[in-house]
């Protein structure tokens, strides 16, 4: 059954959750803290997926390429003028000397991703299928050459350091910008009718929607909160490799949207929070923890139990947590009946 | 001229490696519709078993790696996709993911990084010299073991009963069943022939390049792969054809082109394989037939 409070509820309940962990880590201690600011740009990252991903079905493997480019601007242009000079003789002027506050390096962050998703969309966006996963795998392929070696936009495969630290509530906040971004887009007629082409490609031409447009507008939407995702990254981190922004992130976060599930901005919050805080929690383990009783894992097992639970959630529930669900008035009420009962 | 000649040598060396990987890939991929991340492990898998296994009278070394592989396709098969049978190809793909990265984590907290080195076969490594050209019997080993095992598949698949399970599965997996194919038994085939070949492809890789780290199946999957889709995932005869492509691809430029130059070699392959994916999504070889269909 349906409820009015439907909207508020849905967009209400992620929001909630972002916020619960921020309070958490805002009071933790200082190693702590690192762990729950990475868990609220893991958010950020997995909702930008989510946009185009979940609402399209179409697999993208290189949505990295925007975060790497938010990152990467974001960093330079919040960068020291005489920090630039040294560290970065060989740069374009007008990067080297252009300095702007976070929160504007952060939109301009955003404006990149979404230009950069525009330019490749036009193209990339007729695809389908495999050779669409492949395609925008090529894209980040591209992106990460291209700024290991071109001296005049970065630092090439040295890190880009000493970019000015952001605290957790700046971090929570820009979650909570990319969530909300995710659910008005969701709600709008350019979601639904996408979310039309992603269950029959077929019938939803037919009724007049033009699937290339869009998918182009949900790849723009989605390429901008990455690029505002990588801009929170570099803020979070105060530095940047490009390994930091290739392959292995591709997949985390990949994995992270479909244990959450696939179709639904609850999942891509859940998914991100969850395997973001088991990957914290086993990292403890290895130190050894009480958990009621002592456990002590050895080194360099965290990876091995994290695929493990990776492996295990997607064979017992293949369409994820919340099977690609949002968080319901009549959803809750099932939830308290079963918790009374 | 002649070390034009040579880069062609090892391109089509490369190529019957990658080629062989490709048929490995798209195999499973034609029976269940599943793009396996995880195929580059069990390449780790026979590798590991090489390199343990130095000591031992080569015949011994070669016959282990290969039940290895076999048994781990099949172990695969059975723990981790039989559950899956039926979800979205994209669940399955980040499944398959997650197998690949468990197991490069096992690799390396049972092995270390450092990496085993294999010493079986390593004579193939030295070079024949015919005039001024210099070539390695590795290539020539890589391309008749290549040719002979895709000989091999081919008359295997056309002329006996599973060989034409198999083809049916792969051309309408539902139909097939309902004529009487037995599926548990066509998709665990189909898994050890793909644990066999990801054998072969150890014993020609380790050749090249001995040492043995848990990422040491990565790459070749992931640019066989690519070779895959470019060449035309639909039928195993294109996506052969797009691996070995993308093999000699990688050999030949890599001998042709001065290593200063080539820092951007790899925009430039991914640029192509781009331009590729847009005029033909269907694949290069795939004669004009789109992809109709969402595959993944």
Request: with cysteine; glycine share 12%.
């Amino acid at each position: 059954m349906r409820s009015r409070l439907d909207p508020l509820v849905t967009v209400a309940a992620p929001v909630l959750l972002v916020l619960v962990v921020a309070l958490l880590g805002a009071n933790a201690g200082a190693v702590r803290k690192l762990e729950f600011d990475d868990a609220l740009v893991n958010t950020a990252i997995v909702v930008a997926l989510y946009v185009f991903i979940g609402n399209s079905g179409v697999l993208s493997f290189g949505h990295m390429s925007f975060v790497a480019i938010g990152a990467y601007l974001s960093g330079i242009l919040t960068l020291g003028a005489e920090q630039k000079n040294f560290v970065l003789p060989a740069m374009y002027p007008f990067l080297r000397h252009t300095h702007v506050s976070t929160v504007s390096s952060l939109a301009l962050a955003a404006l990149a991703g979404g230009v950069f998703a525009l330019l490749t969309g036009i193209a990339l966006m007729r695809l389908s299928g495999l050779p669409a996963g492949i395609a925008t795998f090529a894209v980040l392929g591209i992106t990460a050459n291209v700024i290991s070696y071109w001296d005049k936009i970065g630092p090439g495969v040295t890190a880009l350091a000493l970019v000015p630290e952001s605290g957790t509530w700046t971090l929570a906040i820009g979650a909570v910008i990319a969530i909300v971004v995710a659910f008005a887009y969701q709600r709008s007629r350019f979601g639904r009718r996408l979310r039309a082409t992603r269950e029959d490609p077929q019938a939803a031409e037919a009724s007049g929607i033009h699937v290339h447009r869009e998918r182009l507008v949900a790849f723009v939407i989605s390429g901008a909160l990455a690029g505002f995702a990588g801009g929170l990254l570099v803020h979070e981190l105060g530095s940047i490799t490009v390994d930091q922004v290739d392959l292995e992130l591709t997949f985390i976060t990949l994995a992270m949207l479909v244990i959450g599930g696939v179709q639904s901005v609850w999942g891509a919050v859940l998914g991100a929070l969850l395997i973001s805080g088991l990957n914290s929690f086993l990292n403890d383990a290895e130190q050894g923890v009480h958990i009621p009783f002592y456990v002590n894992l050895p080194d360099g097992s965290r990876l091995v139990a994290l695929g493990v639970v990776m492996a295990l959630v997607l064979i017992l529930r293949p369409s994820g947590l919340t099977g690609g669900r949002e968080v319901t008035v009549g959803g809750l009420r099932r939830a308290a009946h079963l918790w009374r009962s | 001229m002649s070390s034009f000649l040579q880069a062609v040598i090892d391109g089509i060396g490369l190529g019957a490696v990658y080629a062989v990987v490709a048929v490995g890939i798209g195999l499973v991929f034609g029976v269940m519709r599943l793009v396996n991340l995880a195929y580059g492990e069990l390449i780790t898998a026979a590798a590991y078993t090489l390199a343990f296994l130095s000591g031992a009278p080569s015949v011994v070394a070669i016959a282990a790696c290969f039940a290895v592989a076999i048994v781990g396709a099949l172990v695969m098969e059975r723990v981790a996709f039989r559950p899956l049978r039926g979800a979205s190809p994209a669940t399955m793909l980040v499944a398959s993911f997650a197998i690949s990265f468990l197991l490069q984590n096992v690799y390396l907290l049972s092995f270390g990084s450092r990496g085993s080195t294999v010493g079986t076969l390593g004579g193939l490594n030295t070079a024949i010299a015919i005039g001024t050209l210099r070539i390695r019997w590795i290539s020539v080993v890589a391309i008749i073991v290549g040719a002979v095992l895709l000989a091999g598949l081919t008359l295997f698949l056309n002329r006996t009963t599973v060989g034409l399970h198999l083809r049916a599965s792969a051309a309408d997996f539902r139909t097939a069943r309902l004529l009487g194919v037995r599926a548990d038994r066509v998709i665990a085939f189909s898994f050890a022939i793909s644990g066999a070949l990801a054998a072969a492809v150890a014993v020609l890789l380790t050749v090249q390049s001995p040492l043995v780290t848990p990422d040491f199946g990565v790459q070749v999957t992931i640019f066989a792969l690519i070779g895959v889709v470019v060449g035309g995932l639909d039928r195993l005869a294109t996506a052969t054809a797009g691996g070995f492509l993308i093999g000699f691809a990688t050999a030949f430029v890599g001998d042709e082109l001065p290593s200063s130059s080539s820092v951007y070699l790899p925009s430039v392959v991914y640029g192509l394989v781009i331009a590729v994916l847009l005029l033909r999504p269907g694949g290069l070889f795939a004669g004009g037939r789109g992809l109709s269909a969402e595959r993944v």
